[in-house]
């Protein structure tokens, strides 16, 4: 199947710094990718469509000032979690489809 | 009514037995179907994909779509304490620019 990587896997920072993390389609382009967030024992949640060339899409209640996303090219999207506070501590999870859909080893983000 | 339903479980069986996943939705334009695999901490794995009706057989694994019924299943014989994971049944009704519609996952443990 198609490969999607994603970067870093852990980061922990501090409150009020800002955290990138990139995801990569390695085998296939992507004009659209997808964010999620994973809380525990939880299902995902759907953050936000990334679309190659133009602005994300986000779902209702996500701030998309928090959430930066750009996805300046075919294969990688990244998501910049600006000014990041204790409770954006999750697990952030990109995906791209080609039908089916492939997902990232994802990123957990702890904020201290 | 949620669009995707899926038991959290938890499911407990022994080695060697067969389980049995399912899901349930309400909308009837879905058409791709999948079912993925999500160890604790790690990105979902893709364990099967099936376009509209019909069975999908891939070694241990058996995916099942009854459109008529709105109802979708995941056989795993001869179950291994490896397969011990959550799995999650997702589905869409498009591809392109679509993001998945998740089930909340069923956790399972396959005891040795």
């Known amino acids: 199947g198609a490969v999607v990587s994603q970067h870093p896997s852990w980061v922990i920072c501090k409150s009020g710094t800002s955290v990138k993390i990139e995801c990569r389609s390695l085998d296939f382009q992507a004009t659209t990718m997808f964010w999620y967030r994973q809380f525990p024992k939880q299902s995902l949640m759907l953050m936000a469509t990334?679309?190659?060339?133009?602005?994300?899409?986000?779902e209702q209640g996500v701030e998309k000032d928090k959430f930066l996303i750009n996805h300046a090219s075919l294969t990688l999207s990244t998501l910049t979690v600006t000014s990041a506070h204790p409770e954006d501590s999750s697990f952030y999870i990109c995906?791209?489809?080609?039908?089916?859909?492939?997902f990232g080893q994802g990123t957990r983000l702890t904020v201290v | 009514q949620k669009e995707v339903e899926q038991d959290p479980g938890p499911l407990s069986v022994p080695e060697g037995a067969i389980v049995s996943l399912n899901c349930t939705y309400s909308n009837s334009a879905f058409q791709y179907f999948m079912w993925y695999r999500q160890y604790s901490r790690k990105g979902p794995e893709l364990l099967m994909y099936?376009?509209?009706?019909g069975n999908k057989e891939d070694g241990r694994f058996t995916a099942q779509v009854d459109k008529s019924s709105k109802y979708i299943s995941l056989f795993i014989r001869d179950s291994q304490p490896s397969d011990s994971a959550t799995y999650l049944c997702a589905m869409s009704a498009m591809v392109a620019g679509t993001a998945l519609i998740f089930g909340k996952g069923t956790t399972l443990s396959v005891s040795s």
């Open positions: 995906s791209a489809r080609v039908v089916e859909a492939f």
């Open positions: 990334s679309n190659e060339g133009s602005k994300a899409t986000y």
């Open positions: 099936t376009y509209s009706s």
